[in-house]
């Protein structure tokens, strides 16, 4: 992408200086002649290369597609070409990771690419989900109720991890208070200690030896304790990245206490309005099940829900095949089978997506109320040893005077 000095005749046949952005001079006379535009000259003032190193921090969030895709339904519904509604939208406040996005969309729109296609081209952006979604509604000319629908998901599902992110803040905040005053107990205050008590001469109990020889072991061997800690994240990180490292991540969600249950509540409830929106497409079962099992993002759910296709394939029910799986409460399962049996699955699902919001929330809800008092049990653990490991020493020396 380059950003060009275009000298051109506009279209009350006057010579103008504009500039435009574009991937190569061959589209950019193509846009420029789609404006009325007669193309003079074209030079590049700019080579614009995406930057690497802040590839991180340019990430476009959610929380601005959204609001994007309801405008973009707005304009698609009022009949306004793809490509202008798309020039309308990247003028608007977005940041420039965003706005580039746009733009390359835009230009791909006009080169005649379809515009499932172009979203295709950012997945980090627009997942597969929701551009096989475009794709079926450019195909049957429902591309406004798509991005509609699209907006009513993600913002759900937004919601949703929002109140169980803000769930376990509290605990993870308490597992860092336990880690900080351990550490700053562990360097500061025995090392000082150690040395009173060796000077007095007093007896030192096996509680106040073994933290003494663990903060000893610690000051000793601090920096290759933090490297060794780094190194661990970093392999942690890459290997999470690979498709077994996701497996094993997602089978730890499945099967940790608590937070299985939150996965698994919201597996179920991003399940049944995918499901809706597929199936309200005009999608046939067994497609539903393919995009449903790459959209969830679930390497377990995936390996998991390749049962339940294959059994779709033969000819089985669709209630009976996902029960086999283990991976959904019994109430999907029995509005799934009375949806088969009533030929309407869309319609039972749709009556109970409230029920599986609130179990996400009574999820959450039900993890924290456990963990807190875990929590503080454990810093009250921590904060116990410590006094025993100070005052028993002080106890033995005033005995002894």
Same mark, same amino acid.
């Given at each position: 992408?380059?950003?060009y000095?275009c000298?051109?005749i506009?279209?009350l ?7 435009r952005e574009?991937?190569d001079?061959?589209?950019?006379r193509?846009e420029?002649k ?5 193309p !003079? %000259? ?9 930057? #690497?190193?802040?590839? +991180? @921090?340019?990430? /476009? ?15 698609v519904?009022?009949?306004?070409p793809?490509?202008?509604?798309l020039?309308? !939208? %990247? ?9 580039? #996005?746009?733009?390359? +969309? @835009?230009?791909? /729109?006009?080169s005649g ?5 172009s ?6 952006v627009?997942?597969e989900f ?8 450019e195909?049957?000319?429902s591309?406004d ?8 998901y993600?913002?759900n599902d937004?919601k949703?991890?929002r109140k169980a992110?803000s769930?376990m ?5 308490l ?6 005053v ?5 360097l500061?205050?025995?090392?000082q ?11 030192v109990?096996?509680i106040?030896r ?18 060794g800690?780094?190194a661990?994240?970093?392999v942690?990180f890459?290997?999470f990245r690979t498709?077994?490292?996701?497996y094993?991540k997602d089978?730890?969600k ?6 299985g249950?939150i996965?698994?509540a919201?597996m179920?409830?991003?399940f049944?309005?995918?499901?809706i929106i ?5 999608m046939?079962i067994?497609?539903c099940m393919?995009n ?7 390497e ?8 339940t296709i294959e059994e779709v ?5 669709l209630?009976?095949a ?5 991976l ?7 509005m799934?089978d009375?949806?088969?049996r ?5 319609e ?9 919001d609130?179990s996400v929330?009574?999820a959450?809800?039900r993890a ?12 009250g653990?921590v904060?116990?040893v410590v ?6 020493p002080m ?7």
């Amino acid at each position: 992408m380059a950003l060009y000095r275009c000298k051109v005749i506009d279209p009350l046949g006057k010579n103008r200086v504009v500039q435009r952005e574009a991937g190569d001079e061959e589209s950019l006379r193509a846009e420029l002649k789609r404006d009325g535009f007669v193309p !003079l %000259r074209l030079s590049v003032l700019e080579e614009k290369k995406p930057n #690497v190193f802040f590839s +991180v @921090s340019s990430k /476009v969030k959610m929380s601005e597609v959204i609001p994007f895709l309801r405008q973009f339904a707005v304009l698609v519904k009022a009949s306004v070409p793809i490509a202008q509604a798309l020039d309308i !939208l %990247r003028k608007q406040k977005h940041t420039k990771a965003f706005q580039k #996005v746009l733009l390359e +969309v @835009s230009h791909d /729109v006009r080169s005649g690419v379809s515009l499932s296609d172009s979203f295709g081209r950012h997945p980090k952006v627009f997942p597969e989900f929701f551009v096989n979604m475009v794709a079926i509604g450019e195909a049957a000319g429902s591309l406004d109720s798509v991005l509609e629908s699209m907006a009513d998901y993600y913002e759900n599902d937004r919601k949703i991890k929002r109140k169980a992110k803000s769930a376990m803040t509290y605990p993870c905040i308490l597992l860092v208070l336990i880690v900080a005053v351990l550490a700053f107990i562990t360097l500061f205050i025995l090392p000082q200690f150690e040395g009173t008590i060796r000077e007095l001469g007093g007896d030192v109990p096996g509680i106040t030896r073994a933290l003494m020889n663990f903060s000893a072991f610690v000051r000793t061997h601090l920096i290759q304790i933090v490297l060794g800690i780094a190194a661990a994240v970093l392999v942690l990180f890459l290997f999470f990245r690979t498709r077994t490292g996701r497996y094993v991540k997602d089978w730890i969600k499945f099967h940790t206490p608590f937070l299985g249950k939150i996965e698994r509540a919201l597996m179920t409830s991003r399940f049944s309005k995918a499901f809706i929106i597929l199936l309200e497409s005009g999608m046939n079962i067994t497609d539903c099940m393919e995009n449903l099992r790459r959209m969830l993002g679930n390497e377990v759910f995936g390996r998991r829900f390749e049962y339940t296709i294959e059994e779709v394939k033969r000819g089985r029910r669709l209630a009976p095949a996902m029960e086999n799986t283990k991976l959904f409460p019994d109430m999907l399962i029995a509005m799934i089978d009375v949806g088969e049996r009533s030929g309407n699955i869309e319609e039972v699902l749709r009556s109970t997506c409230s029920y599986f919001d609130e179990s996400v929330e009574t999820a959450i809800t039900r993890a924290t109320t456990a963990l807190e008092p875990m929590m503080i049990v454990l810093l009250g653990g921590v904060v116990a040893v410590v006094v025993l490991s100070v005052l028993l020493p002080m106890i033995s020396l005033m005995s002894s005077i």
